[in-house]
């Protein structure tokens, strides 16, 4: 069985050959840059090369008749649906990857190469269930609106970016369900501040039936947030040998 806390031949840290270690730091501070120059030339090229580039992507315009309409509508009313739209796919992203990054832990929970704590596979699959829930709930928003679900909006591409390395994480077969469970905190802690924001502004835009819909989906994302949080907190304790302390 896995665990990441076991201690090995770990040739990372300059410990482990000190006469190199201490040759290495003195020639760090002997090395002279080989162009002219700090790191305000460098602040300078970024600066002109985000001056240069185009927007990540775009939202794209309704494409329907009736979706037209609701825009308009909306416009007229002072609100900007584009906004909403592009923090709609931005959700509808997030949620596909959490689908993802819950099926890669409930894959590690049931190989039980490494310690698992008290996550249960019934809730697993129970929250991962409600995931993909919300992910219909979205693409029902968006199509509601006159939306295109398929299109990826700027903030969807975002939210695609922001996943790749927690997907990593969990694909990674080396990496523990200590570690998948600790990328998905970091996940749901982001997707409970998203679903909050987009409760408020349907409400602001007058979309009551839907700010009601996501409210519910906001109080399930608050309940995944506190039970992975407990199971995160349990495996560090256990790992620690401090289990029976703390709860004595």
Do not use: C
Request: proline content about 4%; overall charge negative; hydrophobic content about 40%.
């Amino acid at each position: 069985m896995k665990d990441e806390n076991e201690a090995g031949m770990n040739r990372t840290g300059m410990a482990m050959a000190l006469r190199e270690g201490r040759v290495q730091e003195g020639n760090a501070w002997k090395n002279v840059p080989a162009s002219p120059g700090d790191e305000r030339e460098l602040e300078r090229m970024r600066a002109a090369y985000e001056g240069e580039s185009e927007p990540i992507g775009s939202v794209p315009s309704p494409a329907s008749l009736k979706g037209l309409a609701k825009t308009a509508l909306q416009m007229l009313e002072g609100h900007d649906p584009k906004a909403f739209i592009d923090r709609l796919g931005e959700r509808l992203a997030f949620e596909r990857s959490g689908i993802r990054l819950y099926e890669l832990l409930i894959g590690k929970h049931r190989a039980a190469q490494s310690p698992t704590g008290e996550a249960d596979l019934e809730n697993l699959i129970r929250i991962r269930n409600q995931e993909l829930a919300h992910f219909r709930l979205l693409w029902d928003s968006l199509e509601k609106l006159g939306a295109d679900p398929t299109a990826e909006t700027p903030a969807a591409d975002h939210a695609g970016v922001k996943t790749m390395g927690l997907i990593q994480t969990l694909s990674d077969p080396r990496s523990t369900f200590y570690q998948g469970l600790d990328a998905i905190l970091i996940a749901e802690l982001a997707d409970n501040e998203g679903w909050r924001m987009l409760v408020e502004l349907a409400e602001g835009m007058g979309l009551k039936e839907m700010a009601a819909a996501f409210r519910q989906a906001n109080a399930q994302e608050g309940m995944h947030l506190e039970q992975i949080r407990k199971w995160w907190e349990g495996l560090v304790r256990e790992e620690a040998g401090l289990a029976e302390a703390i709860t004595a």
